[in-house]
């Protein structure tokens, strides 16, 4: 009788997306009626039919995750809206609330008063002629920082109402 016996070993890593583990806390901008919060996490790759629109709170909009445990980040994808003024989900391409500078903070409590780290985006230019929902994405290396809580505050905006489409962790 033979018998074989191996040892297999894999190592992989994936991106936190449509992780039930993952919440967008109260204490995140009001949404727009109709651009829930919830709607700015991404439910699959490249998933951009939902998005998430503040309401009226311009530069000051901000969304809180809760990713339930201490997790170390390397990247963040983002992706800005896409459906501005033609309605949730249609991938018009407008770019009113086009956001063009964001900043992702790090903590260990919810309420951000122990921030582990800062990783601020370049200032983005509004596409000339966009042809996808890709030339309003955007990722950011984080240096492997460890944090239960991430919040993503919008610097500059080009509107009153600003979102987000995806972010993908």
Same mark, same amino acid.
């Given at each position: 009788?033979?018998?074989?016996?191996?040892?297999?070993?894999?190592? #992989?890593?994936?991106?936190?997306?449509? %992780?039930? +583990? $993952?919440?967008? *806390?109260?204490?995140?901008?009001?949404?727009?009626?109709?651009?829930?919060?919830?709607?700015?996490?991404?439910?699959?790759? %490249?998933?951009?039919?939902?998005?998430?629109?503040?309401?009226?709170?311009?530069?000051?909009?901000?969304?809180?995750?809760?990713?339930?445990?201490?997790?170390?980040?390397?990247?963040?994808?983002? +992706?800005?809206? +896409?459906?501005?003024?033609?309605? %949730?989900?249609?991938?018009?391409?407008?770019?009113?609330?086009? $956001?063009?500078?964001?900043?992702?903070?790090?903590?260990?409590?919810?309420?951000?008063?122990?921030? $582990?780290?800062?990783?601020?985006?370049? $200032? *983005? *230019?509004?596409?000339? #002629?966009?042809?996808?929902? *890709?030339?309003?994405?955007? +990722?950011?290396?984080?240096?492997?920082?460890?944090?239960?809580?991430?919040?993503?505050?919008?610097?500059?905006?080009?509107?009153? %109402?600003?979102? #987000?489409?995806?972010?993908?962790?």
């Amino acid at each position: 009788m033979l018998v074989i016996v191996g040892i297999c070993s894999l190592q #992989a890593s994936a991106a936190i997306v449509n %992780n039930a +583990t $993952v919440s967008v *806390l109260p204490s995140s901008s009001p949404e727009y009626p109709g651009y829930p919060r919830t709607d700015a996490i991404d439910v699959g790759a %490249n998933r951009y039919i939902t998005d998430f629109a503040s309401f009226g709170q311009g530069a000051a909009t901000h969304l809180d995750f809760d990713f339930g445990t201490a997790l170390t980040f390397s990247q963040i994808t983002y +992706t800005d809206r +896409t459906s501005s003024g033609s309605g %949730n989900g249609s991938n018009w391409l407008g770019t009113y609330d086009f $956001v063009t500078q964001y900043r992702y903070t790090f903590a260990t409590d919810a309420g951000f008063t122990n921030i $582990v780290g800062t990783v601020v985006s370049p $200032v *983005l *230019l509004t596409p000339g #002629a966009p042809s996808s929902y *890709l030339d309003f994405q955007s +990722t950011l290396s984080v240096p492997g920082l460890t944090a239960r809580y991430v919040r993503w505050d919008v610097d500059t905006t080009n509107g009153a %109402n600003p979102g #987000a489409a995806d972010f993908a962790f």
